[in-house]
């Protein structure tokens, strides 16, 4: 495969990660109830993936533009 086509596969991963990151803490989020008093250990790993997801897509997808050259 040339490096196009595996920087385009790259990038697709980037927004699917993106993607499951962020609908996981919103998922999580909503289960609490988006109340912090009422668990705050659930309420911290549903922000804790929102950040996640904030951080490992664009940083996939810079790399996979990076690979490109």
């Given at each position: 495969?040339?490096?196009k086509?595996?920087?385009?596969?790259f990038?697709?991963?980037?927004?699917?990660?993106?993607?499951f990151c962020f609908?996981?803490?919103?998922w999580?989020?909503?289960?609490?109830?988006?109340?912090?008093a009422?668990?705050l250990?659930s309420?911290a790993?549903?922000?804790y993936?929102?950040?996640?997801?904030?951080?490992?897509?664009?940083?996939?997808?810079?790399?996979?533009k990076?690979f490109?050259?």
């Amino acid at each position: 495969m040339n490096k196009k086509t595996i920087s385009l596969i790259f990038s697709i991963a980037a927004l699917i990660s993106f993607f499951f990151c962020f609908m996981a803490g919103i998922w999580i989020l909503s289960k609490v109830g988006f109340d912090r008093a009422n668990d705050l250990l659930s309420t911290a790993i549903g922000l804790y993936f929102i950040g996640k997801a904030f951080f490992v897509g664009p940083t996939l997808y810079i790399s996979s533009k990076l690979f490109e050259k």
